[in-house]
């Protein structure tokens, strides 16, 4: 059984050693300490300045607050479960360095308060690490685009053959997919930095706290406005574990392209050695491992996702308990996509396209189809007539064992008039690249602005 615990005053008995293990949180909560401290040493240096601390207590509480912080960072903390989470343990060992005054620190301040302050702090640090890390592998498929821009490749829907498109302006879609992310976690920004501290455990406080003076200590850009939603809100746990479940599915739409494109049937991309694994027995093997257990996290990151909505969904105002189940899912979706993005940025850096097989199969599948199709509606037909009159000359194709391409004119005369012999100058693959001109298309032109676009507004080189 353990000692006394810190709001122990009305209990006659201990708590029960299970209780202990099933009700702690420290074993997790404890990397939020040093934004506990951080809070811990802005609310006294408010206390202080209202007048509620003497300036010798504040000094001391926070030189032991700075030592707490000290012995954590060196690892010589002791933690202990029995002190249930990261805020009990600072506040005791606070205690045992300067004596009976750090019982003032809590003053007009309760948990509920703090640890929300707490996470929201976390957050805020970790958005900012996130945010460079998608930069970073922006970055990396801005640098495939721009160093790849003669590579052509089939374009695909419904993952059957389509139109050619640049290898390039596929790696500018994802970008596009990381560049809204940053604008998602940007937008969550706003809301997480706020400070509830002064909100007290549900109520606000009689103390003459200064809200705005702690907020602003802490780098936050305003105050919760009521103290009841402060202490319960956990809103922004939701917005962030959401926002990195969307990276993990562009990353898992990324891995599942990898391993499919470095199959033999493929063929389009060699990984780099070093993120590919062997087979134990079949010693001819490269597997793409790193792309597959990225699709593979991003479901354990949608797990988190539902657990805290669904910790949040029958909550009544105000603090519960239940809300110390916002941290796991927390700090694992932050983990994993940290960890993704970082290892999946280096696979972006070193996959290289190989060039000849993807243009062998950009022509395959009748890829031109609708080109011609085009030049047909473009020719007076009503396009549903020319769409009709190419279906058919594919039709034939296949009964020929043909390809577009390999068509005289007198056959493709044989399905329309208006064919003249221009039609054979569009059978190629960069033919019907560059004729997608507009802005958001395939064309050369168009996707060498978007390079320079992006070089300007993200300033890479
Ligand atoms: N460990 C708790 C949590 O994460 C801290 C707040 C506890 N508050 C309370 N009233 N028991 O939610």
Redesign the pocket.
Known sequence: MSEKKL?GGRFKERTNELVEEFTE?VSY?KRLAPFDIAGSVAHVKMLEKQGILKPEEAQKIIEGLNQVLKEIEEGRFQWKREL????MNVEKRLTEIVGPVGGKLHTGR???D??ATDVRLYVRKEIEEILDLLKAIRRAFWKQAKENLDVVMPGYTHLQIAQPVLYSHHMLAYYQMFKRDEERFKDTLKRVNVSPLGSA?LAGTSYPLDREFTAKLLGFDGVTRNSMDAVSDRDFVAEMIFNCAMVMMHLSRLSEELVLWSTEEFGFVELPDAFCTGSSIMPQKKNPDVSELTRGKTGRVYGDLVAILTVLKGLPLT?N?D??E??EPLFDAIDTVKLSLKVNTLIVEGMKPRKERMREQAKKGFSLATDVADYLAKKGVPFREAHRIVGELVAYCLDKGKSLEDLSLNEFRQFSDKFDKDVLDLMSVEGSINSRNIIGGTAREQVEKEIERIREEEGFE
């Open positions: 709001w949180s909560d249930e989470d990261v805020h309760s948990r509920n703090q640890v455990a603090y308990r809300l110390q916002d941290k």
